[in-house]
């Protein structure tokens, strides 16, 4: 039986992995990390759910210049073979041109399949302000 905390560190050190592809472009190193089925899904204000999938995901990196980046707060939870990762990145970047700076709440699926652990979904969106009513 895997030993939870090992891996834990594994995924954390994969997320950074993951980051320091996508900084550097590197399409190939992406394209190993996410399975074929994989998607991004990007909530936006006042617009439906933007899904973009593998392919487009990939033809859009190498315009994707991030200058900063920083990853915080990041959470594993185990569930055998799928694991869900949830953190903070904070970037300084231009996508097409356009600005897409800022701080975003990520969630990661992981998925441990024959080739390793390997990215099956991801979902962004903006953290609510600290003002925001919530239940606690």
Known sequence: MPNPEETTRQLIELEYAWANAMRARDIKKLGEMVEDGFFAAIAVQ?????????????????AYEIREMAL???????????????????????????????TFFITDIWRKSDKGWLVAERHSSRPEPATANRPD
């Not at 006042?46 to 190498?62: A, C, F, K």
């Not at 990762?85 to 231009?94: G, I, M």
């Open 46 to 62: 006042d617009m439906p759910l933007r899904v973009t999938r593998r392919e487009h995901w990939l033809s859009v990196m190498p």
């Open 72 to 102: 915080d707060d990041i959470h594993v939870t185990i569930y055998g073979e799928i694991a869900v990762v949830t953190l903070f990145w904070t970037q300084r970047a231009v996508v097409q041109g356009g600005e897409r700076s800022g």
